[in-house]
Nanobody, 123 residues
Framework: VQLQASGGGLVQAGDSLRLSCAVS????????AGWFRQAPGKEREFVAA???????IVADSVKGRFTISTDNTKNTVHLQMNNLKPDDTAVYYC??????????????????WGQGTQVTVSS
């Protein structure tokens, strides 16, 4: 499984960005995919995920501002980020997992990782 993230950039506080992740390789439509982020000097942090069922989970820190969606026809996962804040500045990684996930939040739950895309929010 290969993941290719895109859509990062430099924006001002209050702006919006949409990240996309193209999923390719040995997948079916029933895989879990999502996003993590890592700010300088901090641990990698769960942002959002959409699971093999239709369940979505979004971290409390971004709830109400970020939305995850998938386009199954194009095998693409999107992260719509609205009302961005300087604290959202990080490298954002898309992730995927074709097997069972027992816990949504740890990075170790996802075997497949994209290369990361930088999001910088200025105040």
């Amino acid at each position: 499984v290969q993941l290719q993230a895109s859509g990062g950039g430099l924006v001002q506080a209050g702006d919006s960005l949409r990240l996309s992740c193209a999923v390719s390789g040995r997948t079916s439509s029933r895989y879990s995919a999502g996003w993590f982020r890592q700010a300088p000097g901090k641990e990698r942090e769960f942002v959002a995920a959409k699971f093999r069922s239709t369940n979505n989970i979004v971290a409390d820190s971004v709830k109400g501002r970020f939305t995850i969606s998938t386009d199954n026809t194009k095998n693409t996962v999107h992260l719509q980020m609205n009302n961005l804040k300087p604290d959202d500045t990080a490298v954002y990684y898309c992730v995927a997992e074709t097997g069972y996930i027992s816990s949504y939040y740890p990075p170790r739950s996802y075997r497949y990782w994209g290369q990361g895309t930088q999001v910088t929010v200025s105040s």
